[in-house]
């Protein structure tokens, strides 16, 4: 494992593997088959990625988006390691060009489409291969039990079988029930696999259910809050995605949309603009994002409830992948079950739709507790949490709130009966409200005792509570085109019998700092400063026709906004800063971050968190005082002083002499300045003959520790020469 653990430094920037990553990577490179069932955003790429490079052959990973394919391949390509896709998408030169490619064996990673698996041609090209591996990503795909059933993926199992050689099998999903779990090994055909299933909690998420009165409003409410966010809004039709999308775009806001009514080429254009930053906002039903790669969205909401907790955990999950902490919203409305009961009806069934009724009532029962929501989640996915409270869910932030809605509940009884139940919600709606139009006046409902007895309510409201004496069982919706409400027996106990009826609704409590939240901890970064490095990723991804997450994810620019890296060491420190990435970018965010430093007085003394390598300037010519590892902070720069003299024409003795400082302490100053990339000429102050030899001391001696150096070279060799010529040999080499 420890070539393993070298290639994630080098190609992803990472110090040690997350749960989970390291089990499934040993077993892979021991030959066996895994399976591993991992939430998104814990890293399940890295798991055959690295086996990848270390296996002798080829690895061909057989994924379902085409997205997905180039989204991986680019950053693939962007950190050095050889990958391809074979997909529709490429023209006939590009595909011969690649199979040329792939032959001459220029590619340690090739993604294919399943459905290219019923090709001849595609089986006789992998026999022609040494194909150490075969990964097959999204894998809960197999089953029908799963929440993306693909019949391609039954193929699957009959290529594997029909090569010369059986490769290594792995195969990965985000969310697996059980019995999907069991279709997933015998529909594959894995091999007594090795399989782990790590803890499906996402504590950089925040989970939240909200019933509002208008979810238009809060939509723009919380979009206006976070303005500079990426997110998805989720949206159970294609009518819902239309009306809101064109609301947005009305309202001036960056937004895109995604649904199978749009064509090809127009869903193809909106996520690369939502992928490549150029939209901030995705409305779209669940046939977007299954496997989308973008690292940075930082929210996503849904505007319906969805069908089932597997397909909610699976596509609020997309929020956060780079682990910094993200916001998942369900704006839950009772209208949304009637929705989903009828596309249930819609389907055919063997079971007379249990199963899909079961799972609704799940999702329902999620939305309705006043339990912690990430306990929930865990428990359905049969996980033992250790909390009872995670203080990182709306309800553990809530106090809930009993509400008698008896009276109301009434009212709507008593309407629906006046109407002789014969019609649907939005018509007895409109006669509680008070509406005035013809089809009211012309039924003679304007005349009703009911008739505007809910004036004070917004139709939203009414019709929520409508729902939620559906949801009690009160009143029953008849019919599939046109449904109408049709009270049950038990409605006689509220208008006969003064049954109470309660609701529960959610206040905002204040949780004390001193209680432990299951949550990821905030870095206490510079705002200014990550905006600009922001700004920078985004031109740089330009330039280069990659996404910008491709070039470094927000939680790197949030460490660099953190700790302030000015030279080539501590940015190698930076989660997700490899040496592919490094030589690429470095140079610029490290100007970057200099000339902000330098602009802003600010003294970098080092992380906080990690330990920090030995400074380039010795500390026994440095006057800093403080820890190492403290977070940086402004304050009066005593470097910048002594540069400002030196400009000025003052000698390094003059200085000293002037500020009351030793020489070395000068001599230190003015290092660092010319290592953080300032316009300082020290050639006039250094033995230039001396730069070969402390080069070669340097090759034998290495330069974390100067006085070696000065032990190695001559007697007349000063400290500022070592100095120096370190920081100059550390550009050249590194930069």
Known sequence: MENAQNLLKKYFGYESFRPGQDQIISHILDGEDCLGIMPTGAGKSVCYQIPAMLLPGVTIVISPLISLMKDQVDGLNEIGIPA?????????SEYSQTIENILYNVYKIIYVAPERLNSDTFINLLNRLDVSMITIDEAHCVSQWGHDFRPSYREIANVILNLKKRPIVSAFTATATQIVKDDIINLLHLSNPFTLTTGFDRKNLNFCVEI????????????EKNSKDSGIIYCLTRKTVDNLYEGLLNLGYNVSKYHGGMSENARTKSQEDFTYDRTQIMVATNAFGMGIDKSNIRYVIHYNMPKDLESYYQEAGRAGRDGDNSKCILLFSRADIVTNKFLIEQTTSDSNHKIEYDKLNDIIDYCNTDKCLRKYILEYFDETPTFDDCNNCSNCLSE?????????????LSCIKRMNERFGSGLVTD?????????????????????????????????DLIYFLITEGYIKCVGDKYPILVLDNSA???????????????????????????????????????EILRSLRKEIAEINGIPPFIVFTDVSLKEMSTYFPTNVENMLEISGVGVN??????????????????????????????????????????????????PAKVKEDTRVVSYNLYKDGNSIDEISKVRGLKRQTIEGHLVKCYELGMDVDLEKDIHVEFEGIIFDAIDNLGFDKLRPLKDFLPSDVSYLDINYFVVKYKKNRLL
């Open 84 to 92: 391809t896709y074979i997909n529709s998408t490429l023209t006939d």
């Open 212 to 223: 509002p009165e208008s979810k238009k409003d809060f939509i723009i409410d919380f979009i």
């Open 400 to 412: 809930i709130e009993t509400t008698d809605i008896t009276l109301d509940s009434k009212k709507i």
């Open 431 to 463: 006669v509680l409200k008070g509406s005035k139009s013809a089809k009211i006046k012309s039924f003679g409902f304007d005349n009703l005792s009911t008739y505007g007895i809910m004036s004070e309510y917004t139709k939203d409201t009414i019709k």
């Open 492 to 530: 006689n106990d509220i208008l006969f019998k003064d049954k109470q009826v309660l609701i529960k609704r959610k206040i905002e409590k204040i949780i004390p700092k001193n209680v432990a939240t299951n949550s990821k901890e905030e870095l206490d970064y510079d705002n200014n400063l990550f």
């Open 581 to 630: 990435k490094l030589e690429k970018y470095g140079n610029i965010f490290i100007e970057t971050i200099n000339k902000y430093v330098v602009e802003n007085n600010i003294e970098v003394q080092g992380r906080k968190v990690k330990n920090s390598k030995d400074s380039l300037v010795s500390d026994s010519i440095s006057d800093d005082t403080e820890s190492k590892n403290a």
